[in-house]
């Protein structure tokens, strides 16, 4: 069993809706979250992190966890062509760092 | 400051040749990892250095990898000798590892072909 799950995609949105993205993780012990975005030939950048429960917001992003449940989901609003990218999921049990293969997102205009 | 830099951006070689991969940390951070990335695969952590000491080295593929922070500012990968599978964009990241803060920062990856 994978550390961390992504839906690999592609997920397509028309431009200004929501898009969602999901991720799981399976040690339970993971006290970090991480969403970072990656462009293609690109570095991967840090978007968010969430250490707690619930909803984090910034900006056009919102970050949510659920310990139970053992998912974190990315909330991408208004939705820009320059959102196109493809986001890791990270998690950090026991400092180590766990990223999930990624989803690849495409705003269409 | 300038992030954290890697050198050679590209690098192609033949199979059988050592390859030596650089990184220099972001000043400061007292954490570095080493990843890999395939499409395959995905991102890979094959080691992360804490305070110039290897943590966890279970992500390194064989003994033809190793990898070694001499100190705080600096740090090498080197796979020898090479093969064609080892072709990937290799990462590396700096941290400053503390209860609050985790976020690693990547360089811009070196994009190794093997021949």
């Known amino acids: 069993q994978k550390e961390v799950e992504q839906n690999s995609g592609p997920l397509s949105v028309p431009e200004g809706a929501i898009a969602s993205l999901n991720c799981t993780y399976s040690d339970r012990g993971s006290q970090s979250f991480f969403w970072y975005r990656q462009y293609s030939g690109k570095s991967p950048e840090l978007i968010m992190f969430i250490y707690s429960n619930g909803d984090k917001e910034d900006g056009r992003f919102t970050a949510q966890l659920n310990k139970a449940s053992q998912y974190v989901s990315l909330l991408i609003r208004d939705s820009q062509p320059s959102d196109s990218a493809t986001y890791l999921c990270a998690v950090n049990p026991r400092n180590q760092f766990y990223f999930g293969t990624g989803t690849s997102l495409t705003v269409i205009p | 400051d300038a992030g954290v830099i890697q050198s050679p951006r590209h690098e192609v070689t033949e199979m059988g040749q050592e390859v030596t991969l650089r990184c220099k940390p972001i000043?400061?951070?007292?954490?570095l990892f080493w990843y890999r990335q395939t499409m395959m695969r995905g991102l890979e952590l094959l080691i992360y250095?804490?305070?110039?000491?290897?943590?966890?080295d279970s992500g390194m593929p064989e003994d033809r990898f190793s990898a070694k922070m001499p100190n705080a500012s600096f740090s090498t990968l080197k796979i020898q000798p090479s093969e064609p599978r080892d072709s990937a964009v290799y990462f590396c990241a700096s941290s400053f590892l503390t209860s609050g803060e985790e976020t690693q920062y990547f360089g811009p990856g070196t994009r190794l072909l093997v021949l």
């Open positions: 000043s400061g951070h007292n954490s």
């Open positions: 250095f804490n305070n110039n000491v290897p943590i966890d």
